[in-house]
């Protein structure tokens, strides 16, 4: 964007979660490209300072942080760790999730609360931290990738992974109502992708006709990294609280 009255991102600081792989990566990689300063957090520590080490090579400033969102101990020193390097964040990127498919009645007790515990309830530990610094602060961005799950049952064996993706839609949507009536420097807001190439997703069939493939043809993580960044990169008289994408040929 060229408006004069952008925010520049160089020289401030963002978290991603779930940074490791896929769009977390993809955003981490567009954020320090930007000049930002990156925290990347995930479970597998060696992919992150792997991440690091590449990022650092193009004169970017990089903390990578072990973090399994599931434990609430794990969060909270994530937080200590941005916040003793950095003083806090302008920028929260809540990508991390789980998801997977297979009937209700198959998902066992564990599973279900290990879902839960990542997509909503991390999302909203997170979120309030990111509160509690940016208030300090004269424009900040919270940002959380939901899914296409969230807005819309697909009836596809991903019930309860829809159900976690559908509180997240309204727990954002209701923490921007809160900053709005606070007239909050915080901005919110959310990404909801359809299917995205990544490591749990598969990819095209054998025995499919070439247009059928080409409408399976999913988005890549770089796309959901972009409109991040474009997010972002808007002057401070606007927010952008929900985009809403998919596969140019999806019919769902």
Not at 50 to 59: M, S, Y
Not at 74 to 91: A, E, L
Not at 155 to 168: I, M, P
Not at 242 to 248: A, E, F, G, Q, T
Request: with cysteine; charged share 25%; glycine share 10%.
């Amino acid at each position: 964007m060229t408006d004069p009255v952008a925010a520049p991102l160089a020289g401030r600081a963002a978290l991603v979660t779930g940074a490791s792989s896929g769009i977390g990566r993809a955003t981490a990689v567009v954020l320090a490209r930007e000049g930002m300063k990156v925290a990347v957090a995930a479970r597998r520590l060696e992919r992150l300072e792997a991440l690091a080490k590449e990022l650092e090579a193009g004169g970017a400033q990089v903390l990578p942080i072990q973090c399994d969102l599931e434990q609430h101990e794990d969060i909270h020193r994530m937080w200590d760790t941005v916040r003793k390097q950095w003083g806090g964040v302008d920028v929260l990127i809540n990508n991390a999730g789980l998801g997977w498919g297979g009937a209700t009645f198959n998902r066992t007790d564990r599973e279900f609360q290990q879902m839960a515990n990542v997509n909503l309830v991390a999302v909203a530990i997170n979120t309030r931290e990111a509160m509690k610094d940016m208030q300090k602060r004269d424009e900040s961005y919270i940002i959380a990738i939901s899914s296409m799950g969230g807005h819309r049952i697909s009836g596809r064996g991903n019930t309860f992974y829809g159900g976690t993706k559908h509180g997240v839609c309204a727990f954002v949507e209701g923490v921007r109502m809160e900053l709005a009536a606070r007239e909050s420097p915080i901005k919110v807001g959310l990404i909801s992708p359809g299917t995205v190439a990544t490591e749990i997703q598969a990819v095209g069939s054998r025995g499919k006709t070439d247009a059928s493939k080409r409408a399976r043809e999913p988005m890549e993580a770089e796309d959901i990294a972009d409109m991040v960044r474009y997010m972002l990169a808007c002057p401070p008289r606007v927010q952008i609280h929900d985009i809403l994408v998919r596969p140019r040929f999806s019919a769902t």
